[in-house]
């Protein structure tokens, strides 16, 4: 796993509910293109899912 999706998915667990990129961004101090990128990473490694349009959470 590349630098961004780890910061990424550490993000995403460390939310503790489904967020979107925007909280993401904002979390990691990454670009929302960046986090976009990661996303898709990390949905096709089965990483995480969307438990609703447009939010995430880890598996």
């Known amino acids: ?25 904002l979390a990691t101090g990454l670009d929302k293109k960046e986090v976009d990128k990661a996303i898709k990473v990390l949905k096709e490694e089965g990483k995480i899912h969307s438990p609703k349009r447009c939010v995430y959470e880890p598996k």
């Open 1 to 25: 796993m590349m630098g961004n999706e780890a910061k990424v998915l550490k993000a995403f667990a460390e939310a503790g509910q489904p967020v979107g990129a925007k909280d993401i961004a």
